[in-house]
């Protein structure tokens, strides 16, 4: 991963500063940064995607920078900050018609309608991302949607209604392989 972020910045240093064209650059790596536990940089580089010039092109950048945010909000404990960003990358994904990535952003916002207690509202979430992470043979990403029922179910005591939604997620990430989740899933 750190190649990846090095190679965006390289990628991102070869535009001019107010080029738009570094901006979706600029969102991948603060993904990827996030997911290595650069919060704060994530965050900077996210903002600093949102901030630049737009246009039909750079929608697909907006959404990701939005996903970050939305993400650092959420590990950061600000869930109705971090639903603020992955509504609005929800509702950019829509209207571009990009429907893998507002599938993601649908997955994320469950995660914080769940913590913010709002279990109906995170199952329509998912329920909305479900097929279109199987319409696109995005299986890791059924694994989450799975997942994200089973605990909308689980925090709202319905033990019984979440374990079916578990096993699903369960039996999926094993027969792919997704070991990494394994952990939360059991």
């Known amino acids: 991963i750190g190649r990846a972020v090095q190679l965006l910045q390289e990628a991102a240093d070869a535009f001019d500063a107010t080029d738009p ?4 650059l600029h969102a991948l790596q603060a993904w990827l940064l996030l997911w290595q536990g650069q919060r704060q940089r994530a965050a900077t580089l996210a903002t600093q ?17 939005l996903r970050t945010l939305g993400h650092v909000a959420r590990l950061d404990g600000q869930h109705a900050r971090a639903a ?19 599938a993601l952003m649908q997955d994320g916002l469950a995660m914080a309608l769940n913590t913010l207690g709002r279990h109906d509202e995170a199952r329509a979430a998912v329920e909305a991302a479900h097929p279109i992470s199987g319409a696109a043979g995005d299986a890791t ?14 925090l709202a005591g319905e033990p ?27």
Not at 21 to 24: D, H, I, K, L, Q
Not at 49 to 65: D, F, H, I, K, S
Not at 162 to 180: D, M, S, T, V
């Open 21 to 24: 064209a570094a901006a979706p």
């Open 49 to 65: 995607a949102l901030r630049a010039p737009t246009g039909q092109a750079q929608v697909a950048g907006r959404v990701m920078a």
């Open 84 to 102: 603020e960003h992955l509504s609005e990358g929800m509702r950019l994904a829509r209207a571009a018609g990009l429907q893998a990535i507002e």
């Open 141 to 154: 990403q059924r694994v989450y949607n799975l997942y994200n029922l089973s605990q909308s179910h689980s």
């Open 160 to 186: 019984a209604l979440a374990l079916p939604w578990a096993l699903q997620a369960l039996e999926l990430a094993q027969r792919i392989g997704f070991a990494y989740f394994l952990p939360y899933v059991h």
